[in-house]
């Protein structure tokens, strides 16, 4: 069964700084797609950011990029120039290619410091 | 420009009483499906359809009914609520059974004394 872990259940960070959230998973398949969600107080789920298994390239949008290392399972998410309204809960999800299933992460709460 | 739509937004229910999550979106997507969220848990997988007329179970079935009658609506029922089943729930969908990312609802609150 495919397995995602988050090892940091809180983050802080200051207002403008940079703070990368990290993800483990453990699958036994080739093809599979990653997520980063996040969901602020509102508990409205926002994607922000996904990985194709077969692409090499690192995803970006705007400030948010990943660390996608398919060999080590690995999948952090970095915010650079933090902002307050970065302040949520994120999840790291897991859905294997033609998979009825997403498979998430407990979870990182993130702080933004002003 | 509604998307998915989840009814009501809160609820308390006593052991024993039974009751319906609506859930319904306008982007005529196949694939619906509802999770429920738990603290140190993330989302957990209840059920899902990958079209009117089909359902299956997800990871944490039990104690839920779903049913798939149109492409828009998937409601989640709860047949005789348990205080183990206090939870968020949301219901998400996407175009199809493989492509794109989950749209989600806003969530539901549920209480069970």
């Known amino acids: 069964a495919q397995t995602v872990t988050q090892s940091q259940p809180e983050m802080s960070v200051q207002e403008a700084e940079t703070v990368t959230l990290s993800c483990t998973y453990d699958?036994?398949?080739?093809?599979?797609?990653l997520f980063w969600y996040k969901q602020p107080p509102s508990r409205q789920m926002i994607l922000v950011i996904r990985q194709e298994a077969y692409k090499q390239q690192n995803a970006t949008e705007n400030r948010f990029s990943v660390n996608f290392q398919k060999a080590a399972k690995s999948f952090s998410l970095k915010i650079s120039d933090s902002q307050l309204g970065d302040a949520a809960m994120y999840f790291c999800a897991y859905r294997r290619e033609y998979g009825n299933k997403l498979v998430f992460g407990a979870g990182t709460i993130l702080r933004v410091k002003s | 420009n509604a998307g998915v739509t989840q009814t009501p937004k809160f609820q308390v229910l006593k052991t024993g009483q039974s009751m319906t999550l609506q859930c319904a979106q306008d982007?005529?997507?196949?694939?619906m499906s509802w999770y429920r969220q738990d603290p140190g848990m993330g989302l957990r997988l209840i059920h899902y359809?990958?079209?009117?007329?089909?359902?299956d179970q997800g990871e944490v079935p039990n104690g839920y009914n779903v049913s798939r009658s149109t492409t828009e609506d998937f409601p989640l029922r709860l047949l005789s609520a348990a205080p183990s089943q206090t939870s968020v729930y949301f219901c998400a969908s996407r175009p199809d059974r493989n492509t794109g990312e989950l749209f989600f609802g806003e969530g539901s609150r549920l209480t069970v004394l």
């Open positions: 359809s990958v079209g009117a007329g089909i359902t």
């Open positions: 699958t036994s398949e080739s093809d599979y797609y």
């Open positions: 982007m005529n997507h196949e694939y």
